[in-house]
Nanobody
Framework: QVQLVESGGGLVQAGDSLRLSCAAS????????MAWFRQAPGKEREFVAG???????TYAESVKGRFAISRDNAKNTVSLQMNSLKPEDTAVYYCAAKNAYIAGTTSSGYDYWGQGTQVTVSS
């Protein structure tokens, strides 16, 4: 049984930092591309950052230079370091796993999802 469990969300002020983590179980983690998506109220789920199974990282333009994705294959975890947070970063953040080499940017391409963790950034 595949499980992705996110942690690390919370309420912060603009300019602060947060680190999200996602623990995976039930998969051969090193073979999976991983990604973070987010969904704000009334908006569609959007790609935030992805990391290929080989380690290449990709980012949405809106977070480039502020967010950093990383993975630890020994611990089956993927993390998202979020710096210089803005109110528009407020959303539920989801961890996603894809049984492929490349971490794509479309949510429909992912096989497994976590339950989400709320990030709220106040101005």
């Amino acid at each position: 049984q595949v499980q992705l469990v996110e942690s690390g969300g919370g309420l912060v002020q603009a300019g602060d930092s947060l680190r999200l983590s996602c623990a995976a179980s039930g998969v051969t983690f090193s073979r999976y591309a991983m990604a973070w998506f987010r969904q704000a109220p009334g908006k569609e789920r959007e790609f935030v950052a992805g990391i290929w199974s080989g380690g290449k990282m990709t980012y949405a333009e809106s977070v480039k230079g502020r967010f950093a994705i990383s993975r630890d294959n020994a611990k089956n975890t993927v993390s998202l370091q979020m710096n210089s947070l803005k109110p528009e970063d407020t959303a539920v953040y989801y961890c996603a796993a894809k049984n492929a080499y490349i971490a794509g940017t479309t949510s429909s391409g992912y096989d497994y999802w976590g339950q989400g963790t709320q990030v709220t950034v106040s101005s």
